[in-house]
């Protein structure tokens, strides 16, 4: 399950809660896709064009998530007979 606080998204899983910060929508750089260009400027490719060299804006983190571990279930082993 997925969550979003505005630049926070928050997954919800069985195991452990995720926390990443989205890029900034009015970034000028990017404007808010987190990408650009090797030239700095936003990806805007009209199709059929080749794509340009990506790099990760300033504003955007994508490998800075916070995973937050769930206390785990106990699993009863035992088993009773008929």
Known sequence: MTIRIGRLRIEVYESAVYLQLEPKPRCKTCHGTGRTDAEGQGIDT????????????????????????????TVITERYPF
């Open 46 to 73: 009209p199709p059929g064009q080749a794509i340009p060299p990506i790099e990760i804006c300033h504003c955007w983190n994508p490998w800075g998530s916070k995973r937050i571990p769930l206390r785990r279930r």
